[in-house]
Every structure is written in structure tokens, then in C-alpha cells.
């Protein structure tokens, strides 16, 4: 039988009224009152360790809140503060430039950097015949 059978099968006894009080009484007084000073001393002794447990918790607890305290004074947000900062560069946006420009019979401009797809009004003149440099802008 295992450690922790056999403390399921104690604490099943302890926790039945009916079970200790028929266990009790086939034991000597003697052998009860040894019981339970050793059961009373352990119990005070139990409760001590968790009464210093709780204490030790408490003041973590409050040396925590003091430190979330002091964090947000200094203007950063607790929660970000297990989160390495990573370094983010920001690139200027390149202005390009128009390179090419064509104004329409009916004055409407349109301009082309040469970067990407043609245009298809720039596409239109260039199967047309024209060439391309007639439109470069100076």
C-alpha cells in the first residue's frame, strides 16, 4: 500500500466523527491523551508555518504593488515591462519624383515616375509611335 493510500485512509478515519469516536473508544486513556498532545502539537505547528507563509506572501505582495507603484511614476506601463524593447527604425518615405508628363488635347496632366506598370494613357502613345523621352519631364 502506498504513503498516500494510507493517508486517505487516515484522513477518511479523522474526518468521520462516528469512525474516531468507535476508534477511540477500544483505545487506552493514556494512549489518547498521548495522541492527542502529539496531534495538538503538530496541529499549532502547522498553522505557525502558515501563518508565516501568509506573512511572507503579504509582504511580497505589497513589495510587488510598491515596485508596480514606482514603475508607473516613472511613466512606463507594468505590463509591458517583461517585454524586451525592441529597436524600430523608421525609414523616411521616399518622395519620387515625377519623370514623365503628358498633358492631354483637352488639358488634362498626367504624370509617370517610371517606376511600376505604364500607364495606359503613356501605354496608348507609345504603341502609337511616339517614344517615351518626348514626355520626360525637364
Known amino acids: 500500500m502506498t504513503k498516500q ?3 486517505d485512509i487516515v484522513k477518511k478515519y479523522l474526518s468521520n466523527a462516528k ?3 468507535s476508534f477511540l473508544s477500544q483505545q487506552p486513556g493514556d494512549w489518547i491523551d498521548e495522541a492527542l498532545q502529539k496531534f495538538s502539537g503538530l496541529a499549532d ?18 513589495k510587488r504593488l510598491e515596485l508596480i507603484e514606482l514603475v508607473k511614476e516613472q511613466g512606463f506601463d507594468p505590463a509591458t515591462l517583461t ?5 524600430t527604425i523608421v ?9 514623365y508628363r503628358y498633358t492631354t ?7 509617370w515616375s517610371g517606376r511600376g506598370r505604364m ?8 504603341e502609337s509611335g511616339r517614344i517615351l523621352d518626348e514626355f520626360l519631364v525637364e
Not at 46 to 56: F, G, L, N, V
Not at 83 to 87: E, G
Not at 119 to 126: D, E, M
Open 5 to 7: 493510500a494510507e493517508f
Open 19 to 21: 469512525s474516531l469516536r
Open 45 to 62: 505547528e502547522i498553522q505557525e508555518q502558515y501563518r508565516e507563509a501568509e506573512k511572507a506572501a503579504a509582504e511580497v505582495e505589497q
Open 83 to 87: 517585454q524586451p524593447t525592441v529597436p
Open 91 to 99: 525609414k523616411p518615405s521616399s518622395v519620387v519624383v515625377d519623370k
Open 105 to 111: 488635347p483637352d488639358g488634362v496632366v498626367h504624370n
Open 119 to 126: 500607364p495606359l494613357i503613356f501605354k496608348g502613345l507609345v
